[in-house]
C-alpha cells in the first residue's frame, strides 16, 4: 500500500507542478503586460507633455499675433479722409502765355496758392482739385470744339 500512495501522489505532484508552471508562465505574463502598461503610460504622459508644450507656443504665437493686428489695426485706423491730408509732389505747366499765372486752389474753405513751374508738396485733396479741375477743363474744351465744328459747317456758306 505505500506503493499506491506514492503512486496517488505522483500525479496529483505532476499536477502541482503542471499549476506552478502556469502559475510562473501567468505571472511572468502580467510582469510583461505591466511593463507594456507602464511603457504606454510613459509614452502617453511624454505625448501629453509635448501637446501641452505645444499649446503653450501656439498660445504664445496667438497673442504676439493678437499684438501685431492691434498694431496693423491702430495704424490703419485713421480717421476719414485722413489720406487726404497727405502729401503729394506736384509740378504745373509754366509758359509766358496763358499758363504763367499762380494757381489759387481752395477746398472747403482752405485756400493755398501754388506756384507753376516748380516741384512743390501738397496735400492730396488739393491736387485732387486740382485734377478735376483739369479734366473738366478738357471736356469743356472738347464740347467747345465740337459745337464749334458744328457752327462753322452748318454756317460756312455765309462767308
Not at 11 to 22: L, M
Not at 26 to 37: G, K, S, V
Not at 80 to 93: H, I, N, Q, S, Y
Not at 117 to 126: A, L, N, S, T
Request: aromatic share 4%; with cysteine; glycine share 4%.
Amino acid at each position: 500500500m505505500p506503493n499506491e500512495d506514492k503512486n496517488a501522489q505522483q500525479p496529483a505532484g505532476n499536477a502541482q507542478v503542471a499549476d506552478e508552471t502556469d502559475r510562473d508562465a501567468l505571472l511572468a505574463r502580467i510582469a510583461e503586460l505591466e511593463a507594456q502598461a507602464k511603457n504606454e503610460k510613459d509614452r502617453a504622459s511624454a505625448a501629453e507633455a509635448k501637446a501641452d508644450k505645444a499649446e503653450k507656443e501656439a498660445e504664445k504665437l496667438k497673442k504676439k499675433n493678437d499684438k501685431v493686428e492691434k498694431a496693423d489695426t491702430a495704424k490703419n485706423e485713421r480717421p476719414p479722409g485722413a489720406e487726404l491730408d497727405e502729401l503729394v509732389t506736384v509740378e504745373l505747366f509754366k509758359d509766358d502765355d496763358k499758363y504763367k499765372d499762380d494757381v489759387d486752389i481752395c477746398v472747403n474753405g482752405e485756400r493755398i496758392i501754388i506756384q507753376r513751374g516748380k516741384r512743390i508738396q501738397i496735400k492730396r485733396k488739393f491736387a485732387e482739385a486740382l485734377r478735376h479741375s483739369m479734366k473738366q477743363d478738357k471736356a469743356a474744351r472738347s464740347i467747345i470744339e465740337q459745337y464749334g465744328d458744328e457752327y462753322r459747317e452748318r454756317f460756312k456758306h455765309l462767308t
